[in-house]
Every structure is written in structure tokens, then in C-alpha cells.
């Protein structure tokens, strides 16, 4: 088993009463990409910056390639990091921003060109070298911004955000790109995002933050279906919760709440599935699919609101309409079992449960 | 304030620091002294005082040219700004709201009284007014200190005006009040700042100037800074002393005005734009 | 808003700026007092030639610059250090540093008196400890007006940096320290180039007040270090010269256009690169 490429240890980070970054203890595997994902205000950007050394935690121990490096400044660690705001130098030209790192590890003039030129070729931008950051457009200005950061052949990347600021095409058509470098050039990655696709989408490994706690990480594969508690399957998307008869609480999805007749026999749910009986409230036309509201009683007794995507090309049965009254079924595989001591408050999923008033957290 | 500045600073960066608490010394320093010298009960203008007393507050406060003087310069203080407001705040909207050409020109005209040296306005105004056109002596310095204060007049208020959306005007319009009511009630109350940084900045340059109103004194009517700079000139006993720590309170009070009004860095955001 | 009301607006405020700045001004040049503008031209050439008034030129200029090093050498650490500060104290601090320009000049240059005259502060000092036997002659050098000018100065260039360095993104100093650049390269490579602009304007102002001072030179520099704002006075109010005060005027506002000239050049040039 090889040392992984950074090492959180009971790592915390106060400001007066608040705290940010509760004792997280978190590995970073070598050459892979990993995603700190969260609400604005979980403390994910406070780790990243405790990570690259712009702030010291309160306690705890940082190890970089098993070495301590809790007290080593910025410069001295060698990782790459790439700001929410680009931060590109802006009197200096996209060359001389690339080759800046090289620079100041006195690497001579023609390797630093050429080294400038390798990490512009690899982000595609090579002929907009000699352009100053200004000039260029909010994707390309957040390429040099990659290109800079690999340039130092960093020991880690660290990505803060780095799509938030693009539009909604080109963050997706980045998403590829950056997994792209990242395997071509074997980097160990470490991006904060607060975006559940992104993550998903990205990452080799994601780490769920909430209140400066890590509270579920893994492979996208294995979190997604699994949500541990209220909170993670609400971040995911997970929008119907139910007590079962057991007392035990579970999620589905919109989209795997089939909406049928209300004569459909009980015995549909063979598979160990809850089946129930609802009324339709409302139903909005979206294009693919229906959205439709629908208030229940779950299994446990409770009146639930509940809302099911029905697609009209794969379900069966007639269109949904305000006021049927129809039945619902959630097969067994598709419910999310949630641990008991979930504390999430009955939120909508979207909102941050937690006060976001972390101040280095203002701005992610 | 230097040992904060220096304890926070010198550790982190300790060039930066060091010539930062210097700076500090030299700006603040001398005028601590000027008020522990205030307090004397000797005679002589010296540090450490020869014991406690207010006698030289007493002195400063009974000494007739002194009086006349803090009179006559409040008194010039306050209608020269009046009347750079009142000329000024018209030309800011016509600079910035009106269809005329040479804009830029314009307000580099209003502007240019910062550009000349008081000292060579003084000399022209003296010339030519107070001799050449037989004006007397408050007439010109109220010009003067007029034409001084309306740079500050047009680009400060001029800089409130900027972060007013003229579609506000229109809006007011549009909801049926006529031009002049929707400038009182919606234009006027956002330029509120601009005017009172405008305000307080020309009353306190007025109230301060030395070179412009230098050359435009005369027995009947003197402004406070150049009567204390002859009274200087000529005897150097704590009385003085004990003016300007009158004057520094009262100029505590103007910073505090200035806080509670607009906040205190702001007035000079203005200026130097 | 229409040509005519916008002229309207206009008017009385340019018809004060005529009347109390722009023709005295102009007049003045040209026309002093029984003078006619050949004998001006004439008392210039001289003055130019002549190693007396050379020397207060050259002394003029020297100060100026040795006190626009000093603001801009003590003034950029302080407001680099104010705007980069997450401490409480910073707005204290930089209120303290806004402060003296609210306070007369007078006030604060009458401090150095106290500080540098003869019973002052540092000669008590150096003869109490035995360092010397008689307290050294501090007041009326070039050492005096300096550090009057700085005090005076320094408030205005710790403002124009100030606003200069906040424009600069925090950002920017992280970025450079993750890419290996030390704290000092840091503020070399970044700070220094981004805020070029803002010391710039910051020398120029320091410059321009420095060589037309007047309160300052008068009170700390006596007659022995004369400068050109204390000789024009000279010139105006004692010996009556309309000529040379005229001259002297022509001289000092032309060293003051030039260095505002370069400025701005510079300035116009550092924008474009």
C-alpha cells in the first residue's frame, strides 16, 4: 500500500466561536481525483486552503506525501492550485502568468518557455500566449489558470469552484477536459465543488461534507445508491422520504416512483417494494416527463407529500391528472435505507441546513 | 497605535512593519507633543513642561486677535462652502445629466484650481482684485476660497451623482411627479452623501487654507492659521500651544461628525478618485 | 435634460470660477501691476542665471523630491499593510492616518517646533544623556522642512495608495505564494507593478504640495532655507517686486505642470503596456 498523496489528521479550523472545520480526518489517493463536495458553509474551501497552506488549522496535522507539512507556507509545498476567480496576474501576459511558478524555482529562461508552452498545448491554448488575461474569454482565462498550476508540476492539483464562473455549456464540455488532463497527466486532483453532477460525474472518490464533518465518502458508485443519512440523499437529490412500518427511514427518487392506477392489485409489489395509496395534487408538463405532486400516507402513518417523475413513453397506465386518485410504487431496490440518527432538518434539499457564516466560506 | 502596528505587522513582515511604525511616529508624534506642551505652567516652550496648568488655555481664549480671528474664519468657511455647493451642485448635474458637449473639458475646467498653487492663486487675486479692482479684502477671499472649494463641490458630489441610475429619475417621472419634484424627493436624497463629504472637506480646507489667504490679509479682517503662523513667528510661548489643541479638539469633533455622516474614509475616497 | 437649462446650470458656477480664479490668474502673468510682461520675462531670465535664485530652485526641487521618496518609501508599506490586514485594529489605524488631513497645517507643523527647537524634545534629550553638551541646531535646516513636509504629506500618500492596493485581489498574493514566490517576491512581482498606478498619482500629489508648501518652510526653515513659496511671499508682501513674485509664480507653477505632465504620461503609458 503506497502513502497517500496527502493526509488530513484531526484537522480543525476555528475562527472564534465558530467553527469551520470540525477534526476531519481524510485520505487523498495518489492519482486520483477527489471531490469535496457540500453546502456553502460545510467548511469544504476552508479545507482546501488549510490543504494549500493559506490558512494555518487551529489543530490537527497536515501530512503531503506522508511528510508534516502543517507549518510549511504556501510556496514551500508545491501544489497547484487553481483560484474560484482565476486569480491570473493581469499585467502579466498568459506566457509569463504559466511561467511564473517555474520563475520563482529559478528554472532558466528558455526551459521556462518551453515548459509555459507544454502546459498551454495540453489546455489547448498555446496560440493565446502572448495575450494578457483580459483579452481572453471566462473558459479560456480558467484554462491558463489550470495551465499555471500544472506548469509547477505540483505534487497535487487543487481545483477551488473552478467552474462556477462558466456557463452552463462550457462547464460540462470542462468537466470532460479536466478529467482528460487528469488522466493524461496521472495528477493527484482535489476539487471543492458544491454541485452533486459535477461531483458525481468527476470524481474517482467523493467526500460529503456538512458542518465542518465529513459525513459519507466514496466512489460515486457506491455513495449515490447508498445515501447515509437524510442530509447526503437530500444533497444527491433524493426527494421522497418515508418511515417505513419498522420505523426506519428511506428515500427514493421522483424518478423511480412509479404513478398507477389506483386498481392495481397490491400484488404488484412481489418484489418487496411499499406500495401506496395517494391523490394526485398537481401535474406540470416538463417536456420528457411529468412532474407530479401527490400527497400519501407512508407506511408508518404519516401524511407525506411526494412528488414522481412519469415519463409517458416507458410507464403504463393513463396519464395522471389533479385530483385521481391513484397507487404508488417504490420497488425495494430502488429505496435508500438512511441511517436512524440522521439530524437533517426537514429542509428543502437545495438550502443550506446549517448557518453559512463561515467567513472564508462567503464566497463558494 | 505604532505598538499594535508594530506587534501585528513587524513579526509578519519585518521591513514592511518597521518603516510602517516610522511613518506613523513622524505623522502622530508631533502633535501629541504640541498638546503635552499645552498644559505647561512655565513660560518657555519646552519638553517636559515645567508642571501642569490651563493657564495657557486661559490666555489663548482671552487673547482678543485670536477670537476675531476663529470669528472671521468660521465666518468665511461657512458661506464659501454654502456657495460651492450651491454653484457647484448645479454644474455636477449639468456635467452628468445634461446634453451639452465638452464634458470632459468642462469638468477638467471646474477641476483646475486644484492644479495652479494656492499660493500663485493667492498672489493673482491679490494683484488684481485687491489692488488692481479696489476690492476689500473679505470679498476676495471669499471668492477665492469659492472658486477653492468648487473642484470639491463638482467631483464629490459628481461621484454620488455617478452611482445614481438616472432611470430612478425617470421612474419618479413615470409615476407623475414633474422634473423638479422628482430631483427633490428621489435625486437629491442620493447625492445627500456627496454633499455632506463636499460639505465637511471644503469647510475644513476653507477653515485650514494658509496659502491662498495668505497675501489677502489685512488688520480688520484675519483667518485663524495666518494669524497663529505670525503669533509664531514673533513669540514662541505656550500660547499657541494651547490653540491648536483647542483647534485639535475641535477638529476631533469634524472627524467624528464625518464618521457618524458618511464614515470617515469615504470623504476622501472622493478626492483623489 | 436640455442644451439651454443645462447652461443655465452652468453659468453662475463658471461665471464665480472666472471672476475668483481663471482671469486673476491669467492676469497676473500678464499683466502685474505696472509691469509689463517683457520686464516678467526678463526677471525670469535672471532668476534663471542668477546662483542665488538657482540655488533656491534647485533647493525646491531637491526637498520635493527627498520628501516624495520619504511618503512613498513610509507611505505604500502602511497602506499595504492597512488594506491586506483582517485585523480589528487596521480601521483604527487608517483612520488615524486620514486624520491629519482634517488638522491645520499649521497645528502640525508647529509640533516640529516643539519637537526640534531648542528646548525642544530631542536636543532636552541628547544634552540630558550626556551625548552632547549643547543641544544641536535641528530647527531652520533642510532636515526640518523634510520632516515637516513628510508629516504633512504622508496622510494624503498612505489615502491614494491605500485605494490603489485594495483594487488588488487578495487573490493575486495567494496565487503567487502557491506558485513558490516568498512573501517579498510576492509583493514585488504583484503588488508593486498592480498598484504602479495609485504611487504614481500618490508621488505627484506629495510632489506638487511639496515645492508650493508654504506654512511649513516659513516655520522650519526660517530664512536661511529659503524655498520658492517663502520668497515669492518675500517678493509680494516685502520688497513689493511685482516682477520677480510674478516670475517666481511663473516658475513654480510650470514645475508643477511638468511633474503632473510626466505623470500622466507615465500613468497613460502603464495602462496601455
Same mark, same amino acid.
Given at each position: 500500500?503506497?502513502?497517500?498523496?496527502?493526509?488530513?489528521?484531526?484537522?480543525?479550523q476555528?475562527f472564534g466561536?465558530f467553527?469551520a472545520?470540525?477534526?476531519? /480526518?481524510?485520505? %487523498?489517493?495518489?492519482?486520483?481525483?477527489?471531490?469535496?463536495?457540500?453546502?456553502?458553509?460545510?467548511?469544504?474551501t476552508t479545507?482546501?486552503r488549510m490543504?494549500a497552506g493559506y490558512s494555518a488549522?487551529?489543530?490537527?496535522? %497536515?501530512?503531503?506525501?506522508?511528510?508534516?507539512?502543517?507549518?510549511?507556507p504556501p510556496e514551500?509545498?508545491?501544489?497547484?492550485m487553481?483560484f474560484q476567480s482565476y486569480a491570473l496576474f493581469p499585467h502579466m501576459? $498568459?506566457?509569463d502568468n504559466?511561467?511564473y511558478?517555474?520563475?520563482m524555482?529559478?528554472?532558466?529562461?528558455?526551459?521556462?518557455?518551453?515548459?509555459?508552452?507544454?502546459?498551454? @498545448?495540453?489546455?489547448?491554448?498555446?496560440?493565446?500566449?502572448?495575450?494578457k488575461p483580459k483579452?481572453?474569454?471566462?473558459?479560456?482565462q480558467?484554462?491558463?489558470a489550470?495551465?499555471r498550476?500544472?506548469?509547477?508540476?505540483?505534487?497535487?492539483?487543487?481545483?477551488d469552484?473552478?467552474?462556477?464562473n462558466?456557463?452552463?455549456?462550457?462547464?460540462?464540455?470542462?468537466?470532460?477536459? %479536466?478529467?482528460?488532463?487528469?488522466?493524461?497527466?496521472?495528477?493527484?486532483?482535489?476539487?471543492?465543488?458544491?454541485?452533486? /453532477?459535477?461531483?458525481?460525474?468527476?470524481?474517482? @472518490?467523493?467526500?460529503?461534507?456538512?458542518?465542518?464533518?465529513?459525513?459519507?465518502?466514496?466512489?460515486?458508485?457506491?455513495?449515490?445508491?447508498?445515501?447515509?443519512?437524510?442530509?447526503?440523499?437530500?444533497?444527491?437529490?433524493?426527494?421522497?422520504?418515508?418511515?417505513?412500518?419498522?420505523?426506519?427511514?428511506?428515500? $427514493?427518487?421522483?424518478?423511480?416512483?412509479?404513478?398507477?392506477?389506483?386498481?392495481?392489485?397490491?400484488?404488484?409489489?412481489?418484489?418487496?417494494?411499499?406500495?401506496?395509496?395517494?391523490?394526485?395534487? /398537481?401535474?406540470?408538463?416538463?417536456? $420528457?416527463?411529468?412532474?407530479?405532486?401527490?400527497?400519501?400516507?407512508?407506511?408508518?402513518?404519516?401524511?407525506?407529500?411526494?412528488?414522481?417523475?412519469?415519463?409517458?413513453?416507458?410507464?403504463?397506465?393513463?396519464?395522471?391528472?389533479?385530483?385521481?386518485?391513484?397507487?404508488?410504487?417504490?420497488?425495494?431496490?430502488?429505496?435508500?435505507?438512511?441511517?436512524?440518527?440522521?439530524?437533517?432538518?426537514?429542509?428543502?434539499?437545495?438550502?443550506?441546513?446549517?448557518?453559512?457564516t463561515a467567513p472564508t466560506e462567503g464566497i463558494s | 497605535m505604532s505598538a499594535v502596528m508594530s506587534r501585528t505587522a513587524r513579526l509578519r513582515h519585518p521591513v514592511a512593519g518597521t518603516l510602517a511604525v516610522a511613518g506613523y511616529v513622524v505623522m502622530i508624534v508631533?502633535i501629541?507633543?504640541?498638546?503635552?506642551?499645552?498644559?505647561?505652567?512655565?513660560?518657555?516652550?519646552?519638553?517636559?513642561?515645567?508642571? =501642569?496648568?490651563?493657564?495657557?488655555?486661559?490666555?489663548?481664549?482671552?487673547?482678543?486677535?485670536?477670537?476675531?480671528?476663529?470669528?472671521?474664519?468660521?465666518? *468665511?468657511?461657512?458661506?464659501?462652502?454654502?456657495?460651492?455647493?450651491?454653484?457647484?451642485?448645479?454644474?455636477? =448635474?449639468?456635467?452628468?445629466?445634461?446634453?451639452?458637449?465638452?464634458?470632459?473639458? *468642462?469638468?477638467?475646467?471646474?477641476? &483646475?484650481?486644484?492644479?495652479?498653487?494656492?499660493?500663485?492663486?493667492?498672489?493673482?487675486?491679490? !494683484? !488684481?482684485?485687491?489692488?488692481?479692482?479696489?476690492?476689500?479684502?473679505?470679498?476676495? *477671499? =471669499?471668492?477665492?476660497?469659492?472658486?477653492?472649494?468648487?473642484?470639491y463641490?463638482?467631483r464629490v458630489?459628481?461621484a454620488s451623482?455617478a452611482l445614481?441610475?438616472? #432611470?430612478?429619475?425617470?421612474?419618479?417621472?413615470?409615476?407623475?411627479? &414633474?422634473?423638479?419634484?422628482?430631483?427633490?424627493?428621489?435625486?437629491?436624497?442620493?447625492?445627500?452623501p456627496g =454633499?455632506?463629504s463636499?460639505?465637511l472637506l471644503?469647510?475644513v480646507?476653507?477653515?485650514?487654507?494658509?496659502?491662498? &489667504?495668505?497675501?489677502? !490679509?489685512?488688520?480688520?479682517?484675519?483667518?485663524?492659521?495666518?494669524?497663529?503662523?505670525?503669533?509664531?513667528? !514673533? &513669540?514662541?510661548?505656550?500660547?499657541?500651544? #494651547?490653540?491648536?489643541?483647542?483647534?485639535?479638539?475641535?477638529?476631533?469633533?469634524?472627524a467624528i461628525?464625518a464618521e457618524r455622516t458618511v464614515g470617515f474614509a469615504k470623504i476622501f475616497g472622493g478626492i483623489n478618485r | 435634460?436640455? +442644451?439651454?437649462?443645462?447652461?443655465?446650470?452652468?453659468?453662475?458656477?463658471?461665471?464665480?470660477?472666472?471672476?475668483?480664479?481663471?482671469?486673476?490668474?491669467?492676469?497676473?502673468?500678464?499683466?502685474?501691476?505696472?509691469?509689463?510682461?517683457?520686464?516678467?520675462?526678463?526677471?525670469?531670465?535672471?532668476?534663471?542665471?542668477?546662483?542665488?535664485?538657482?540655488?533656491?530652485?534647485?533647493?525646491?526641487?531637491?526637498?520635493?523630491?527627498?520628501v516624495t521618496a520619504l511618503c512613498v518609501v513610509l507611505g505604500f508599506p502602511i497602506a499595504s499593510l492597512l488594506a491586506r490586514s483582517q485585523s480589528r485594529w487596521s480601521g483604527v489605524l487608517l483612520a488615524l492616518a486620514i486624520f491629519p488631513l482634517l488638522l491645520?497645517?499649521?497645528?502640525r507643523?508647529?509640533?516640529?517646533?516643539?519637537?526640534?527647537?531648542?528646548?525642544?524634545?530631542?536636543?532636552?534629550?541628547?544634552?540630558?544623556?550626556?551625548?552632547?553638551?549643547?543641544?544641536?541646531?535641528?530647527?531652520?535646516?533642510?532636515?526640518?522642512?523634510?520632516?515637516?513636509l513628510v508629516q504633512l504629506f504622508l496622510p494624503l500618500a498612505v489615502i491614494t495608495c491605500y485605494s490603489a492596493v485594495a483594487q488588488v485581489d487578495p487573490g493575486l498574493d495567494e496565487a503567487a505564494r502557491g506558485l513558490g514566490a516568498s512573501r517579498t517576491r510576492a509583493f514585488w512581482s504583484v503588488l508593486v507593478p498592480l498598484s504602479l498606478p495609485g504611487i504614481v498619482v500618490a508621488a505627484t500629489l506629495v510632489f506638487a504640495g511639496s515645492?508650493? +508648501?508654504?506654512?511649513?518652510?516659513?516655520?522650519?526653515?526660517?530664512?536661511?532655507?529659503?524655498?520658492?513659496?517663502?520668497?515669492?511671499?518675500?517678493? +509680494?508682501?516685502?520688497?513689493?517686486?511685482?516682477?520677480?513674485?510674478? +516670475?517666481?509664480?511663473?516658475?513654480?507653477?510650470?514645475?508643477?505642470?511638468?511633474?503632473?505632465?510626466?505623470s500622466?504620461?507615465v500613468g497613460?503609458?502603464g495602462a496601455?503596456a
Amino acid at each position: 500500500m503506497t502513502t497517500p498523496a496527502a493526509e488530513l489528521v484531526g484537522v480543525s479550523q476555528r475562527f472564534g466561536s465558530f467553527t469551520a472545520v470540525d477534526s476531519i /480526518d481524510l485520505q %487523498i489517493p495518489r492519482g486520483r481525483l477527489t471531490t469535496l463536495l457540500g453546502p456553502s458553509g460545510c467548511g469544504k474551501t476552508t479545507t482546501l486552503r488549510m490543504l494549500a497552506g493559506y490558512s494555518a488549522p487551529t489543530s490537527g496535522r %497536515i501530512l503531503i506525501d506522508g511528510d508534516d507539512a502543517t507549518r510549511l507556507p504556501p510556496e514551500k509545498r508545491n501544489l497547484g492550485m487553481v483560484f474560484q476567480s482565476y486569480a491570473l496576474f493581469p499585467h502579466m501576459t $498568459v506566457a509569463d502568468n504559466v511561467a511564473y511558478g517555474p520563475k520563482m524555482r529559478k528554472v532558466p529562461a528558455a526551459e521556462r518557455r518551453r515548459r509555459a508552452g507544454e502546459a498551454l @498545448e495540453l489546455v489547448g491554448l498555446a496560440h493565446l500566449a502572448d495575450r494578457k488575461p483580459k483579452q481572453l474569454s471566462g473558459g479560456q482565462q480558467q484554462r491558463v489558470a489550470l495551465a499555471r498550476a500544472i506548469a509547477i508540476r505540483p505534487r497535487l492539483l487543487l481545483l477551488d469552484e473552478p467552474l462556477s464562473n462558466l456557463d452552463a455549456r462550457l462547464r460540462v464540455q470542462m468537466r470532460a477536459e %479536466i478529467r482528460r488532463i487528469q488522466s493524461e497527466t496521472g495528477l493527484t486532483v482535489v476539487l471543492v465543488t458544491h454541485d452533486q /453532477d459535477e461531483a458525481l460525474e468527476m470524481s474517482d @472518490e467523493m467526500v460529503l461534507m456538512r458542518s465542518g464533518k465529513i459525513v459519507q465518502s466514496g466512489a460515486p458508485r457506491d455513495v449515490f445508491p447508498a445515501p447515509a443519512d437524510r442530509f447526503v440523499a437530500e444533497f444527491l437529490g433524493y426527494e421522497n422520504f418515508l418511515t417505513l412500518a419498522d420505523g426506519r427511514q428511506a428515500a $427514493v427518487r421522483p424518478e423511480h416512483l412509479r404513478v398507477l392506477p389506483a386498481d392495481t392489485s397490491a400484488a404488484t409489489s412481489a418484489d418487496g417494494g411499499i406500495v401506496l395509496d395517494a391523490v394526485v395534487l /398537481d401535474v406540470a408538463y416538463r417536456g $420528457v416527463d411529468l412532474l407530479v405532486t401527490l400527497e400519501a400516507t407512508d407506511p408508518a402513518g404519516n401524511a407525506v407529500r411526494l412528488l414522481a417523475d412519469h415519463r409517458a413513453d416507458t410507464a403504463t397506465g393513463p396519464t395522471p391528472s389533479a385530483g385521481d386518485r391513484v397507487r404508488l410504487l417504490a420497488p425495494e431496490a430502488r429505496l435508500a435505507h438512511l441511517s436512524a440518527d440522521s439530524t437533517a432538518a426537514p429542509t428543502a434539499p437545495t438550502t443550506a441546513p446549517t448557518a453559512s457564516t463561515a467567513p472564508t466560506e462567503g464566497i463558494s | 497605535m505604532s505598538a499594535v502596528m508594530s506587534r501585528t505587522a513587524r513579526l509578519r513582515h519585518p521591513v514592511a512593519g518597521t518603516l510602517a511604525v516610522a511613518g506613523y511616529v513622524v505623522m502622530i508624534v508631533p502633535i501629541l507633543f504640541v498638546v503635552a506642551t499645552a498644559f505647561t505652567a512655565g513660560s518657555t516652550l519646552r519638553f517636559p513642561p515645567d508642571g =501642569l496648568s490651563l493657564r495657557w488655555f486661559g490666555e489663548a481664549v482671552a487673547y482678543t486677535p485670536f477670537m476675531e480671528a476663529v470669528v472671521s474664519s468660521l465666518q *468665511l468657511a461657512v458661506l464659501a462652502t454654502g456657495l460651492a455647493l450651491l454653484l457647484g451642485v448645479p454644474v455636477t =448635474l449639468a456635467i452628468h445629466r445634461g446634453k451639452i458637449p465638452g464634458k470632459g473639458l *468642462l469638468e477638467g475646467l471646474f477641476l &483646475s484650481p486644484l492644479v495652479v498653487p494656492e499660493l500663485v492663486v493667492g498672489l493673482a487675486l491679490y !494683484q !488684481q482684485l485687491m489692488i488692481g479692482l479696489r476690492l476689500d479684502n473679505f470679498t476676495t *477671499l =471669499l471668492l477665492g476660497h469659492t472658486a477653492l472649494l468648487l473642484p470639491y463641490a463638482v467631483r464629490v458630489t459628481g461621484a454620488s451623482l455617478a452611482l445614481a441610475d438616472p #432611470a430612478l429619475e425617470e421612474a419618479a417621472r413615470g409615476l407623475g411627479a &414633474s422634473p423638479l419634484r422628482a430631483f427633490v424627493t428621489v435625486t437629491l436624497p442620493m447625492l445627500r452623501p456627496g =454633499l455632506i463629504s463636499a460639505g465637511l472637506l471644503g469647510f475644513v480646507t476653507s477653515f485650514n487654507n494658509v496659502p491662498l &489667504s495668505l497675501l489677502l !490679509q489685512t488688520r480688520d479682517f484675519r483667518t485663524l492659521p495666518v494669524t497663529m503662523l505670525d503669533y509664531v513667528q !514673533q &513669540s514662541y510661548d505656550p500660547m499657541v500651544a #494651547a490653540a491648536s489643541t483647542l483647534v485639535l479638539a475641535a477638529t476631533v469633533v469634524v472627524a467624528i461628525v464625518a464618521e457618524r455622516t458618511v464614515g470617515f474614509a469615504k470623504i476622501f475616497g472622493g478626492i483623489n478618485r | 435634460m436640455r +442644451a439651454r437649462s443645462s447652461l443655465l446650470l452652468l453659468l453662475p458656477g463658471l461665471a464665480f470660477l472666472c471672476v475668483g480664479f481663471l482671469l486673476p490668474a491669467v492676469a497676473m502673468l500678464f499683466a502685474p501691476p505696472g509691469v509689463s510682461f517683457a520686464q516678467v520675462l526678463e526677471r525670469m531670465g535672471a532668476m534663471l542665471t542668477d546662483p542665488y535664485d538657482l540655488g533656491i530652485i534647485w533647493r525646491t526641487v531637491r526637498i520635493g523630491l527627498i520628501v516624495t521618496a520619504l511618503c512613498v518609501v513610509l507611505g505604500f508599506p502602511i497602506a499595504s499593510l492597512l488594506a491586506r490586514s483582517q485585523s480589528r485594529w487596521s480601521g483604527v489605524l487608517l483612520a488615524l492616518a486620514i486624520f491629519p488631513l482634517l488638522l491645520s497645517n499649521v497645528v502640525r507643523t508647529f509640533g516640529w517646533l516643539v519637537v526640534l527647537g531648542s528646548n525642544g524634545v530631542i536636543g532636552q534629550l541628547l544634552t540630558g544623556l550626556g551625548i552632547v553638551d549643547e543641544a544641536p541646531q535641528l530647527l531652520y535646516t533642510e532636515l526640518a522642512i523634510v520632516l515637516g513636509l513628510v508629516q504633512l504629506f504622508l496622510p494624503l500618500a498612505v489615502i491614494t495608495c491605500y485605494s490603489a492596493v485594495a483594487q488588488v485581489d487578495p487573490g493575486l498574493d495567494e496565487a503567487a505564494r502557491g506558485l513558490g514566490a516568498s512573501r517579498t517576491r510576492a509583493f514585488w512581482s504583484v503588488l508593486v507593478p498592480l498598484s504602479l498606478p495609485g504611487i504614481v498619482v500618490a508621488a505627484t500629489l506629495v510632489f506638487a504640495g511639496s515645492v508650493t +508648501a508654504y506654512t511649513t518652510p516659513y516655520l522650519l526653515g526660517g530664512s536661511s532655507q529659503r524655498m520658492l513659496s517663502t520668497q515669492l511671499f518675500s517678493y +509680494a508682501s516685502v520688497t513689493v517686486d511685482w516682477a520677480a513674485a510674478s +516670475a517666481t509664480a511663473i516658475v513654480m507653477t510650470v514645475l508643477v505642470f511638468l511633474v503632473s505632465g510626466i505623470s500622466t504620461l507615465v500613468g497613460r503609458k502603464g495602462a496601455t503596456a
